[in-house]
């Protein structure tokens, strides 16, 4: 079970920090992976992270402005999200991959993860 908090609303050039926390004894043995979906707009995969976090992977408009990163002795995967801009406005969702998944480093689509959390709206105003 993944449960992700931390959404809200921001302005413009603000930053907020979304967590991911996993329930059971196996976090480490998966990738990680955030996705957002915009109102009308197909889920979107932004970022993945490797299991034990030393590779990560984003999509080109957020590259530069978020981190994701993950501690393994909590549980939890993390997205850093700075200079959020009106275009990031969207529900964030975060996936655990599926196991024995090879990492990549290439763009993450839905298909790749086998659980997911509920999302958390993240509402950036101009």
């Known amino acids: 079970q993944l449960q992700a908090f931390g959404g809200g609303l921001v302005q413009a050039g603000d930053s907020l920090r979304l967590s991911c926390v996993a329930s059971g004894s196996t976090f480490s043995s998966y990738i990680m992976g955030w996705f957002r979906q915009a109102p009308g707009k197909e889920r979107e995969f932004v970022a993945a992270i490797s299991r034990d976090g030393s590779s990560t992977y984003y999509i080109d408009s957020v590259r530069g402005r978020f981190t994701i990163s993950r501690d393994n002795a909590k549980n939890t995967a993390y997205l850093q999200?700075?200079?959020?801009?009106?275009?990031?406005t969207a529900v964030f969702y975060c996936a655990r991959g599926r196991f024995g998944m090879n990492w990549k480093s290439a763009l993450f689509t839905p298909r790749d993860?086998?659980?997911?959390?509920h999302g958390t709206l993240v509402t950036v105003s101009s």
């Open 81 to 88: 999200m700075n200079s959020l801009k009106p275009a990031d």
């Open 113 to 117: 993860f086998g659980a997911w959390g």
